[in-house]
């Protein structure tokens, strides 16, 4: 009878290939010398890289190293080195969960080592329903990501940074200059990164979609060879509208400021394929770059096309220019928001004329850099964060217009402003012309800043790898307390004090320290109705001492005693999106008894079961409470 160890090598290492890679090191290699041997096969250890792990820092270049010879990396070490990594990540997850104190640090700890950390935290993302601390786990795991998210967002605004430092004259490239350092595609993608969470979508991902979508119309092209740039651009347009790539199928004065509309990842990906005018223009451009075409978006007022340009000395008829126009390009306008058509100029002359532009109307009609398209998108996601907050409408009719996935609304709305104010600060250039911009840029800064303290501490390491240096660029002189004080000081400052909180303990505030008389009715984590205005929220902690002299700031330590003073006031989560907390007196407060599983919680508090993971380990449905996780602050509660 045939053993494993009659086997050839060739097939024990197939067999291998459905082994578990730990126990392959830690069990089957010391089985056997041959066994050994055969599992130290590179190829295996590629294999197991491969099959393990989806995501990789850029700096492995995995997929380069994955299309050399096999002998040219040291596959097993590879894998420890990720094993050895997640385990690191999971014992910081775990003190990040367990504990406030050194939060801050042991998260940005995870994210400087970027996407080797993305698979175990998708893993922690999802952990199952019964999981102990399941709220928390998904909450910080979330949360680590969305920071490693959008560090690689401004990484990739960045390139505008280093791009704008360059010379550039008259011999560069039109797509040289007009991409900015950046591709359309992933300059735009970056703005879905800052709400990305743990779906799929990123930057590398929405590239991959543009190439999967660019061969299936090559695919059903067999002529576009043979196509003149006209024919290829209509073609295009074409077929983008027949599958209904572009624009919107419903669109209406509220559904054109969804936010969804903004983001071209979430246009790829959805069924429906929704964009604003502008994404539908860069969708379209980056396509036709795909398939040999020089297209850009075309940015008009209220409006934007996309023109296409022929090869230089040609026409867009395939035809030779006259002599002595070698270097000149025809160009023609697309409008891939609303038609399948060309545009004609004179069209889109008389829509200028109409909105009152009659002056440099060849100015207008030139392709649209890159950062200009980025700084647009960013003025269309503030529109829709502002059309969100003024709408006056019940918030669960208002959900459809921040939601991308299912449940994930109350995740999106400050994310949605904070990356435009990110791409306002990033696609200033380094050393910009006049006073006005940088007053401007500091402007936004300042804005920046107010986000990052009050909803994105995380991003500390963020704002002093980017902001701080640029800070000191920008800044005008007059800004300096003295000659030798760097502009970024006291940002500096303010981060090293956010630290400083964020290693220490805060004093606890005890029920059994109260004076005599003074009792605090209700505890951490029920779930109430206000009596005046009936909306739901969760109880996060108390006070005695009175509203007006309530500390919101979860960062800073309070000496204050709790023992003295009024009635209760308690700081709550309510269902607006998670981040709004009110301080509320006890008089107003009515929990409302509740048994069962999360199905019985009242439609706004679900919503907010994302982010409540901040404060609660999960939902206890046989005390109908959320369970505390801020013992150290409220350890009786």
């Known amino acids: ?32 010398k041959r066994f050994n041997r055969v599992a130290q096969e590179p190829l295996l250890w590629r294999s197991y890289c491969n099959a393990s792990f989806k995501y990789w820092n850029s700096a492995h270049c995995f997929k380069e190293r994955l299309a050399t010879s096999v002998h040219d990396t040291d596959w097993k070490r590879l894998f420890l080195v990720r094993l050895a990594r997640n385990a690191y990540i999971a014992q910081l997850l775990d003190e990040i969960v367990a504990s406030r104190v050194g939060r801050l640090q042991k998260i940005e700890r995870i994210c400087r080592l970027g996407y080797d950390a993305k698979d175990f935290l998708l893993s922690q993302c999802r952990v199952p329903d019964p999981t102990e601390d399941v709220l928390a786990r998904r909450y910080y795991s979330c949360s680590v990501l969305d920071s490693i998210h959008r560090s690689l967002a401004i990484q990739e605004w960045a390139k505008y940074q280093r791009f704008a430092a360059r010379r550039i004259d008259e011999d560069t490239p039109n797509s040289e200059r007009l991409e900015c350092g950046m591709r359309l595609e992933r300059a735009l993608g970056a703005f879905d990164m800052f709400m ?161 532009v009659n002056a440099a109307l060849e100015n207008l009609l030139s392709p649209t850099a890159t950062d200009l398209i980025v700084m647009r998108t960013g003025q269309n996601i503030r529109a829709s964060f502002t059309s969100f907050r003024t709408n006056e409408r019940p918030l669960s009719q208002l959900i459809p ?75 005008a002189p007059e800004h300096r307390q003295t000659n030798w004080e760097l502009p970024s000081r006291r940002v500096r400052d303010q981060i090293k004090e956010i630290k400083r909180v964020d290693g220490s303990a805060r004093p606890p505030r005890r029920r059994s320290a109260l004076a005599d008389g003074l009792a605090v009715r209700y505890r951490v984590g029920q779930v109430f109705k206000h009596r005046r205005y009936e909306y739901h929220g969760l109880i ?47 008089d107003n407060i009515e929990v409302i008894e509740l048994r069962g599983g999360p199905e019985v919680l009242p439609p706004e508090i679900k919503d907010l079961m994302p982010m409540a993971g901040k404060f609660f380990k999960r939902w206890d449905g046989e005390r109908g409470v959320f369970v505390s996780n801020l013992r150290e602050s409220f350890p009786e509660d």
């Open 401 to 475: 217009m921040i939601e991308l996935n299912r449940g994930d609304w109350a995740r999106n709305l400050q994310p949605a402003l904070y990356s435009m104010i990110w791409a306002s600060i990033m696609m200033v250039p380094v050393l910009p012309e006049n006073d006005e911009v940088r007053w401007d840029w500091q402007q936004d800064v300042r804005d920046l800043l107010t986000y990052f303290y009050e909803y994105f501490p995380e991003d500390s390491w963020l704002v002093e790898q980017y902001v701080c240096p640029m800070y000191d660029t920008f800044a």
């Open 1 to 32: 009878m045939a053993t494993i160890n009659s086997l050839p090598d060739e097939i024990v290492h197939h067999v291998l290939l459905y082994v578990p890679a730990e126990d392959t090191f830690s069990k089957i290699a010391l089985t056997s």
């Open 540 to 586: 996060l902690g108390w006070t005695v001492e009175g509203a007006s002299n309530w500390d919101d700031n979860p960062l800073s330590p309070t000496g204050r005693p709790w023992s003295t003073l009024s009635q209760p006031f308690y700081r709550c989560m309510v269902g607006t999106d998670g981040s709004d907390h009110h301080v509320i007196s006890e």
């Open 196 to 356: 990305l969470h743990d779906n799929v979508g990123d930057l590398d991902e929405i590239t991959e979609l543009l190439d999967d979508i660019a061969a299936r119309y090559r695919n059903a092209h067999d002529d576009l060879d043979q196509m003149t740039t006209r024919q290829k651009a209509i073609s295009l347009a074409q077929w983008l509208q027949s599958n209904n790539m572009t624009g919107l199928s419903d669109p209406s004065e509220e559904t054109y400021r969804y936010l969804r509309n903004c983001l071209i990842g979430r246009a790829l990906r959805d069924e429906r394929h929704p964009s604003l005018p502008i994404i539908s223009a860069a969708i379209y451009s980056a396509l036709a770059s795909r398939l040999g075409m020089e297209a850009y978006p075309c940015a008009l007022p209220s409006h934007v096309h996309a023109t296409v340009l022929s090869p230089q000395g040609m026409s867009l008829d395939g035809h030779p220019l006259p002599e002595g126009q070698s270097r000149r390009q025809e160009n023609m306008f697309l409008d891939p928001y609303n038609s399948d058509a060309e545009v004609p100029l004179e069209d889109i002359h008389n829509f200028l004329r109409r909105l009152g």
